[in-house]
């Protein structure tokens, strides 16, 4: 069975930095589409990001130029660099993938946040 494992959450002053890393087993991450999402108590969830096979990304508008989503191949582990972070990204974040793999995420980031198979999260926290 796939397993993800998200890391790297933390809390950071407005303006930092975090590197997010999802470890995924029994999967290939390279070869399969996966990507981001987030969610706050009492909030819908969010699709943040998506990476191809091919490596074609998708953002949500409101990360884009912030955040950047990557893949490690040889280390099967996904990435999501957080940039000039505000306190409106404080939240959960999960990895996520398809229950079938397949190369292309079809509805880009709008569809990660459905994907079946994710992790326990990790937390985000950003001060002002």
């Known amino acids: 069975q796939v397993q993800v494992a998200e890391s790297g959450g933390g809390s950071v002053q407005a303006g930092g930095s975090l590197r997010l890393s999802c470890r995924v087993s029994?999967?290939?991450?390279?070869?399969?589409?996966m990507g981001w999402f987030r969610q706050s108590p009492g909030k819908e969830r969010e699709g943040v990001a998506s990476?191809?096979?091919?490596?074609?990304?998708s953002y949500a508008d409101f990360v884009k130029g912030r955040f950047t989503i990557s893949r490690d191949k040889t280390k099967n582990t996904l990435y999501l660099d957080m940039n000039n972070l505000n306190s409106e990204d404080t939240s959960m974040y999960y990895c996520?993938?398809?229950?079938?793999?397949?190369?292309?995420?079809?509805?880009?980031?709008?569809?990660?946040?459905?994907?079946?198979?994710r992790g326990q999260g990790t937390q985000v926290s950003v001060s002002s």
């Open positions: 996520a993938a398809p229950a079938l793999p397949v190369p292309t995420c079809s509805s880009g980031y709008r569809g990660v946040g459905d994907f079946p198979i």
């Open positions: 029994r999967y290939s991450s390279s070869r399969h589409c």
């Open positions: 990476l191809d096979s091919d490596g074609s990304t």
